[in-house]
């Protein structure tokens, strides 16, 4: 019998501060959708990728039906729990759904009510994710869960490590096997046994990690921050190094997908749902599983990478640097769309797919191309670099971080005029960042 434990609303707490940022009449946020994820969404909007004729299932509160966009996009609601009627209490369903439309503006919405008076029903959840399972949902999104007592040791991080690289079978159950499965997990595995795309909230409470996300089956999703640092080039000046890091929460290293924090947009609940819309941007369930290999291998070797970065080159560990070699390439092999030359000669048979028409790899691995090209380039090897980092460029034209170091790149190869341009549209993407500004100088002395 799976064991019982309480659940909760993950994120409710934000929830009033974020859908007081939203003008219902307008369907207008009063901060700011910029930013690399929301630029790679309307990309994929520009090329007609608005998740027409895909369904989600939201297992959350009640939305409030009186705003014009959600009314005009769900088309059922259930609810599993007596309810109070008041708005408050639909406060957090209405905000992970006004996000999911957002992102996938042309989705339906089936809204399965699990919370009563802020009050998760783990039972209720769990016949709530059974019905989606039986509906023709093709996505479900848990943006709550049942936290479980968990700590990263050493050990715990040798052995995601040897997962990552491919040395043993991945399991997030095998990083907290102590934790007995709970109702949440066995519906939300059963769920996705059937082919629905299960997102769930990573959790963002220290020393805790959240079911049914730590399932293999589901897809957990977490925020990541940036860390930015200017670093010697083997080749002379600098390279501006953006790294994905994980939040001070130990259990986001268990995230599947993570997205670059949002400004008002706090807590692993609003990442969910994101991430569920972008699911619903034409993903197939191949694709998907190919983007999370890739993204744990490139976000594993990006916290090598920072860890390296931080050490004098004569010090660093020579183990620290395969694993990042490695990773990358691991990375870079998984991804579901080949781009570039590298990319063809690891996955021989795979058709190439022009880069600025591809509608997720901006979203999912424009990180990975961009770290990747940057641990390249740091490494002394800049033709593979370009490579990279051109494809970066591509798949994310609005990326300050990919036009700044292919300028390094190119720089490093001595294409002196071209690294003038690009850094140029550095600048243009990120006006007055300073290590943009002292590069383009140095060039045109």
Same mark, same amino acid.
């Given at each position: 019998?799976?064991?019982?434990?309480?659940?909760?609303?993950?994120?409710?707490?934000?929830?009033?501060?974020? %859908? #007081?940022?939203?003008?219902?009449?307008?369907?207008?946020?009063?901060?700011?959708?910029?930013?690399?994820?929301?630029?790679?969404?309307?990309?994929?909007?520009?090329?007609?990728? !608005?998740?027409?004729?895909?369904?989600?299932?939201?297992?959350?509160?009640?939305?409030?039906?009186?705003?014009?966009?959600?009314?005009?996009?769900?088309?059922?609601?259930?609810?599993?729990?007596?309810?109070?009627?008041?708005?408050?209490?639909?406060?957090?369903?209405?905000?992970?759904?006004?996000?999911?439309?957002?992102?996938?503006?042309?989705?339906?919405?089936?809204?399965?009510?699990?919370? !009563?008076?802020?009050?998760?029903?783990?039972?209720?959840?769990?016949?709530?994710?059974?019905?989606?399972?039986?509906?023709?949902?093709?996505?479900?999104?848990?943006?709550?869960?049942?936290?479980?007592?968990?700590?990263?040791?050493?050990?715990?991080?040798? $052995?995601?490590?040897?997962?990552?690289?491919?040395?043993?079978?991945?399991?997030? !159950?095998?990083?907290?096997?102590?934790?007995?499965?709970?109702?949440?997990?066995?519906?939300?595995?059963? +769920?996705?046994?059937?082919?629905?795309?299960?997102?769930?909230?990573?959790?963002?409470?220290?020393?805790?990690?959240?079911?049914?996300?730590?399932?293999?089956?589901?897809?957990?999703?977490?925020?990541?921050?940036?860390?930015?640092?200017?670093?010697?080039?083997? #080749?002379?000046?600098?390279?501006?190094?953006?790294?994905? %890091?994980?939040?001070?929460?130990?259990?986001? $290293?268990?995230?599947?997908?993570?997205? /670059?924090?949002?400004?008002?947009?706090?807590?692993?609940?609003?990442?969910?749902?994101?991430?569920?819309?972008?699911?619903?941007?034409?993903?197939?369930?191949?694709?998907?599983?190919?983007?999370?290999?890739?993204?744990?291998?490139?976000?594993?070797?990006?916290?090598?990478?920072?860890?390296?970065?931080?050490?004098?080159?004569?010090?660093?560990?020579?183990?620290?640097?395969?694993?990042?070699?490695?990773?990358?390439?691991?990375?870079? /092999?998984?991804?579901?769309?080949?781009?570039?030359?590298?990319?063809? +000669?690891?996955?021989?048979?795979?058709?190439?797919?022009?880069?600025?028409?591809?509608?997720?790899?901006?979203?999912?691995?424009?990180?990975?191309?961009?770290?990747? #090209?940057?641990?390249?380039?740091?490494?002394?090897?800049?033709?593979?670099? /370009?490579? %990279?980092?051109?494809?970066?460029?591509?798949?994310?034209?609005?990326?300050?971080?990919?036009?700044?170091?292919?300028? +390094?790149?190119?720089?490093?190869?001595?294409?002196?005029? !071209?690294?003038?341009?690009?850094?140029?549209?550095?600048?243009?993407?990120?006006? #007055?960042?300073?290590?943009?500004?002292?590069?383009?100088?140095?060039?045109?002395?």
């Amino acid at each position: 019998m799976p064991h019982p434990l309480w659940c909760e609303l993950e994120g409710a707490a934000g929830a009033e501060a974020v %859908l #007081g940022g939203y003008d219902p009449a307008s369907d207008k946020w009063r901060f700011s959708l910029e930013g690399p994820f929301w630029s790679a969404v309307k990309h994929a909007h520009g090329l007609g990728y !608005r998740g027409s004729g895909k369904r989600v299932a939201v297992i959350d509160s009640l939305c409030d039906l009186s705003i014009p966009k959600l009314a005009g996009l769900v088309d059922r609601v259930k609810s599993y729990v007596p309810q109070s009627g008041a708005k408050a209490s639909m406060q957090h369903g209405t905000v992970v759904a006004l996000l999911i439309a957002e992102v996938a503006p042309e989705c339906r919405l089936d809204i399965y009510s699990v919370v !009563r008076d802020g009050v998760v029903d783990p039972y209720a959840v769990r016949d709530a994710v059974r019905d989606a399972a039986g509906s023709d949902a093709d996505i479900v999104n848990l943006s709550l869960g049942t936290p479980h007592k968990f700590s990263f040791t050493e050990e715990v991080i040798r $052995m995601f490590s040897e997962i990552l690289l491919g040395r043993a079978a991945f399991s997030k !159950r095998k990083l907290s096997p102590e934790n007995p499965d709970c109702v949440l997990c066995e519906a939300a595995s059963a +769920a996705a046994v059937k082919g629905k795309k299960v997102f769930a909230a990573a959790g963002n409470n220290s020393g805790s990690v959240f079911c049914p996300g730590r399932q293999d089956a589901v897809y957990a999703v977490g925020f990541m921050s940036e860390s930015r640092e200017n670093l010697p080039a083997e #080749g002379g000046g600098e390279t501006e190094r953006a790294f994905s %890091l994980a939040p001070h929460a130990p259990q986001a $290293m268990l995230a599947d997908f993570r997205i /670059r924090e949002i400004p008002g947009m706090l807590g692993t609940s609003f990442a969910s749902p994101l991430f569920a819309g972008a699911a619903a941007l034409g993903l197939s369930n191949g694709e998907l599983e190919a983007y999370r290999t890739s993204g744990r291998a490139g976000a594993d070797a990006s916290f090598y990478q920072a860890t390296l970065a931080a050490t004098a080159p004569e010090r660093q560990d020579p183990v620290l640097l395969q694993r990042a070699d490695e990773l990358f390439q691991r990375a870079i /092999r998984h991804l579901p769309h080949v781009h570039n030359v590298l990319q063809a +000669a690891m996955s021989p048979g795979h058709p190439y797919m022009d880069p600025t028409e591809c509608p997720s790899c901006g979203i999912f691995a424009e990180f990975i191309y961009t770290n990747a #090209g940057l641990y390249k380039l740091c490494r002394g090897n800049p033709k593979e670099a /370009r490579i %990279l980092l051109e494809t970066a460029r591509a798949v994310a034209p609005w990326s300050a971080d990919a036009a700044a170091n292919l300028a +390094a790149a190119w720089r490093d190869l001595g294409g002196i005029d !071209r690294a003038k341009e690009l850094f140029e549209t550095a600048l243009s993407l990120r006006p #007055g960042f300073p290590a943009y500004t002292m590069a383009l100088e140095e060039l045109r002395k």
